[in-house]
Each structure stands twice: as structure tokens, then as C-alpha cells.
């Protein structure tokens, strides 16, 4: 499985690319297959947009002004100054892929808007930030990031109150939904022995896997949080809960244990007045365990807890499904967006989010190395949104969506609804798995990626690699008709699709493309969001 842009891994960002149209070699397929080469020949913007990436590291922006860039591109650091080693470029890579995808990488001068990057480390910044858009009257606002903590898991508390404020003043808001879909646990606040809380795992832990990655560590960042935050950043909590990370043996590696407060004063060391506790580490391969400690014993029944670990090549075996939004991906009033092609990407399916669905896959220049993730897929529809926003400034976000949102055709559908049975398929889940596992392309054929952008996701299967899609896949070309209601559609290793006999040999190279079966869908969770991709066609 390919990286993703959501961790922010400065080191392998650390290029330039002073002689090419884009850092990124597959653009342009998703220019063409999501409609945005319709747009550049067909349309113009009525008025400049107004358009600004929000993000906590722009490392490397003054290099690429004038080249990825536009001309007019203005930073702003903000008010509190970043460290002073923060070398994070996840910012510029977002803004490089809204400005390729919008622009056709600068070529079209009428689409370039008045652009802004601001630097919003930290909750200062990011409300100045915030203050500053709303106050210069910005169209779209791009923040391909989420917040550990600050909210409490229901599109409310103080980070979303600041998101809100820009929404009512007209700015439609696009938010990537962020990479927790596998490494997030939701649970009661339950008091077992010694003060324990109760976890699913032995010896009431929540069990953590680092497997082998590229470096042979897993870095990670932990965080735990409970639902007490308010939506006044000034009020704290009275209520107190510490986790400890631990190897096989229980031993305690590291832990965080800082007392909570609730006075709007507080900033002793080892205080916060906020509900949360965060530990960074370094794991070698192996099995780890996260326990927790009620050191308060004032939760009551409606008190949650919430465990997210950021990191790659970590597994977490008993991770929660349900809701693993974090803000301000949970707020209603922006617009949330999933990756298609990551099973890690995260939803929520009581708040119907996210709103759409996009492809990620991004192949660096250069390295050919591909980066996955909510991040780039929230860049990618925040340029369409400026699109459509351009050429109608009338717009808003519920119009917008009704503009770019593909349910029920060719583009995409609901994962909930079925075709065929795996009996008459002739095939079923690899490895007697009870669902269809997830296969990342690296990178994928140039003939596959019409597919993967209109919603589609390679599985394993008992007869090798398919691509599953939530619609009856006869809908992607018009000329498509098949002979018996069991027939394949095949993509062919030449570009474009043909139907075959279900029991036919077909092309080396060639995959077929099925829709979800009655009896099994894919292992991340899809139902209960809204199941739209986008497309500006």
C-alpha cells in the first residue's frame, strides 16, 4: 500500500521541481477522467475566485512560486511563529495539487485565483487564519487535516466552532476526512480493578501491531481524549483519565499523566485544562498494548472515551468502525472528503460523511514513489469546487454538491446496494476472509485509473485481483451491453472496457470489474455515508 500525504513526511517532500509542469506524474489522468478537461475547454469563471490552503507546514512554498504556484501566491505565518525546525511541506503538496487540477498546472490564466497559504500550527493560528478569510470575504478554503482532539466526536467543540463561523459567512469549506478509518477506538468510559478502563483487548489493553516498514520503525503519535471538550477554547475539565503504552509484558514504555483542570487559568506544568493525553514514540516490530487509568472516577454513562494512533505500518486489531471522523471532518457544514482507493480513510455513518469520495493516488516525479490519503482527494475536489463556484459565485455548499455529486450512475453509487451473488460470480474474498480485502496499485496501469477515479477499489479474490465498484459496472460506456445478466466487464490492458461471457478466458492484463455482491462488501466500513464520488461529469 502506497504512502499517505497525511502524515507529512517532510524528509521525502524535501524536492523541487523548478523544470516540470507538476510534481506529480498521473495529474492529468484524473484531469480527464473526473471531467476537469471538459471544464478548460468548454468554460470560463465569471470573477476571480478567492481561494486559500490552510495547513501547518508550507516547507519549500517560496521555491515553487511562479513554477507550481501562482504568481500571487500569498503566505501568511500567522500570528504565533512555528518552530523553528518544522520542515513539514504537507501544505505545499496540498496547494500544488488544488493549483495543477484547477489551473491545468498554470496553463489557464483565467482559471488562477487570488491564492493564500496559511500556516495554522496551532490553535492561535488557526483561528487567526480563520478571522483573516472570513474578514477578506474567501470563496473556498482547502484544510486537508484533522484534529486529534478538541471535539467530541458529534461535529461540536471548540475547533468546529471556528470552522462553523467560516461557513456562515458564505466560505464553502472542504475538509479531507481524514486517515483513521483502521486506528481508531471508540468506547465507554468503564472503571474495572486498579482503576482500569476497560479496553478489548488482554488484560483490559487496546493492542497495537508496528509491522515491518521501510526504516524498521514505526513512528507514532497516540492520542486519547474524552468527550468533555466545550466549545469556549477557555473552559477546561475536571475529569481525568492517563494512558500508558506498554510492550507484550505489560512493561510501561512510555506514558502520559497530566492532570486535568477546569480552571480557565490553568497553565501550571503538568496541567491541562484540556481532555486529552498524547504520547509520540518510536516502535521496533512487534506487540504493543495502550492501557487506561480513571484518575478522576467522575465519568458517568454518557462519557467516551476515544483512542487514535497516526503512524505508518501500524495495525490496530480491535479498531472501532462506527465513527472514525475527527473534527472538523465531523462538521455539517463543511465538506467532507474520503479516499476512495485508502482503506484508511474515515467515516462516520450517523453523520452521513463523508459527503463525497475521490481518488488520492498520486505519483511523486521523480522517486515514482505513490502517496494515498483523504488529503489529496480533499485537494482534489476543493479544485473543482472552485470550478464550479466560478463559474456560478451564486453557489452554495448545498449547491455545489449537487453540482460535483455522483450517486446511482456511471460515476458511483451506494456501496449498500447489491448485484450478483458470489456463486454466480465464481469467485469470492481471498483467504477464506468473510469480506473483500483492499490491494493498493503501485502504481496503478494508466487503464485502471478511469475506474479507481470513478469510485472503483481492487480486491483480492479466489481468482486473483478485480475491481469492485458500488454500480453495475454496464453503466460506464453507453455501447456496453451484455448477452446474459452474468457477462463480465473487463477492462482491457489497450484502454477501454468490452464485455465478456462469464466463463470466457480474457486478455492478459485485462481485469474485470464487478459490482458488490449480495453476500460480502469490502472490509472497511462504507455503509451509512452518503456514498457519492465526485465528478465535475
Not at 109 to 127: I, Q, R, T
Not at 214 to 222: A, R
Request: aromatic fraction near 10%; charged fraction near 20%.
Amino acid at each position: 500500500m502506497g504512502k499517505y500525504f497525511f502524515l507529512s513526511l517532510a524528509a521525502t517532500f524535501s524536492f523541487h521541481f523548478a523544470f516540470a509542469s507538476s510534481p506529480f506524474t498521473n495529474l492529468e489522468n484524473y484531469k480527464e477522467s473526473l471531467g476537469f478537461n471538459k471544464i478548460y475547454q468548454n468554460e470560463s469563471p465569471s470573477r476571480r475566485l478567492k481561494v486559500a490552503v490552510l495547513d501547518k507546514g508550507f516547507y519549500g512554498y517560496k521555491e515553487q512560486i511562479g513554477v507550481t504556484l501562482p504568481a500571487n501566491t500569498r503566505y501568511i505565518p500567522g500570528p504565533v511563529a512555528e518552530p523553528a525546525d518544522n520542515k513539514v511541506d504537507h501544505g505545499l503538496r496540498m496547494a500544488q495539487i488544488l493549483i495543477g487540477m484547477l489551473t491545468d498546472d498554470l496553463q489557464h490564466a483565467d482559471w488562477v485565483p487570488e491564492f493564500a497559504l496559511y500556516n495554522v500550527f496551532g490553535y492561535s493560528n488557526f483561528k487567526a487564519a480563520i478571522d483573516d478569510v472570513i474578514a477578506k470575504k474567501y470563496d473556498v478554503v482547502l484544510y486537508s487535516e484533522v484534529w486529534e482532539y478538541g471535539g467530541n466526536s458529534d461535529g461540536k467543540g471548540f475547533i468546529n466552532r471556528e470552522v462553523s463561523r467560516a461557513a456562515k459567512a458564505g466560505i464553502i469549506w472542504v475538509n479531507a476526512a481524514g486517515n483513521f478509518g483502521q486506528t481508531t477506538y471508540n468506547s465507554v468510559v468503564q472503571t474495572v480493578n486498579d482503576s482500569l478502563v476497560r479496553l478489548p483487548d488482554r488484560n483490559n489493553a487496546l493492542e497495537l501491531r508496528c509491522e515491518s516498514t521501510k526504516s524498521g520503525k514505526c513512528p507514532v503519535k497516540i492520542v486519547l481524549s474524552w468527550n468533555d471538550f466545550k466549545d469556549d477554547v477557555e473552559l477546561g475539565t475536571d475529569k481525568d483519565l492517563d494512558i500508558a503504552l506498554t510492550d507484550d509484558f505489560l512493561n510501561v514504555i512510555q506514558s502520559s499523566s497530566l492532570k486535568q483542570s477546569a480552571d480557565a487559568k490553568e497553565d501550571r506544568p503538568g496541567f491541562s485544562k484540556y481532555p486529552r493525553e498524547i504520547i509520540t514514540a518510536e516502535l521496533t516490530p512487534g506487540t504493543y498494548y495502550l492501557r487506561v487509568k480513571n484518575r478522576s472516577n467522575n465519568f458517568g454513562s454518557k462519557d467516551r472515551l476515544r483512542i487514535t494512533v497516526d503512524g505508518d505500518g501500524v495495525k490496530m486489531p480491535s479498531h472501532t468502525n462506527d465513527n472514525t471522523l475527527l473534527n472538523p471532518a465531523d462538521n455539517a457544514s463543511v465538506i467532507t472528503v474520503g479516499a476512495s482507493d485508502s482503506d484508511r480513510s474515515s467515516s462516520a455513518a450517523g453523520f452521513k460523511k463523508p459527503d463525497l469520495f475521490a481518488p488520492s493516488s498520486l505519483i511523486l516525479a521523480g522517486t515514482n514513489e505513490e502517496f494515498r490519503g483523504s488529503s489529496n482527494s480533499a485537494a482534489i475536489v476543493a479544485a473543482g469546487v472552485a470550478m464550479v463556484k466560478g463559474i456560478d459565485p451564486s453557489m452554495n455548499r448545498t449547491a455545489v454538491l449537487k453540482r460535483i455529486a455522483r450517486g446511482g450512475s456511471a460515476n458511483n453509487g451506494d456501496w449498500n446496494q447489491t448485484g450478483l451473488s458470489l456463486t454466480v460470480l465464481g469467485f469470492s474474498p481471498a483467504n477464506l476472509s468473510p469480506c473483500f480485502e483492499e490491494v493498493a496499485f503501485n502504481p496503478a496501469p494508466a487503464y485502471v485509473t478511469d475506474i479507481l477515479a470513478r469510485g472503483g477499489v481492487p480486491v483480492r479474490t479466489t481468482f486473483g485481483i478485480r475491481i469492485m465498484v458500488p454500480f453495475d459496472p454496464i453503466t460506464i460506456e453507453r455501447y456496453l451491453m451484455r448477452t446474459y445478466f452474468n457477462d463480465m466487464i473487463v477492462a482491457l490492458p489497450q484502454g477501454g472496457y468490452t464485455v465478456y461471457p462469464r466463463q470466457a478466458m480474457i486478455p492478459q492484463g485485462a481485469v474485470e470489474i464487478f459490482q458488490r455482491p449480495i453476500e460480502s462488501g469490502l472490509c472497511r466500513s462504507t455503509g451509512g455515508t452518503n456514498g457519492k464520488s465526485f465528478s465535475l461529469f
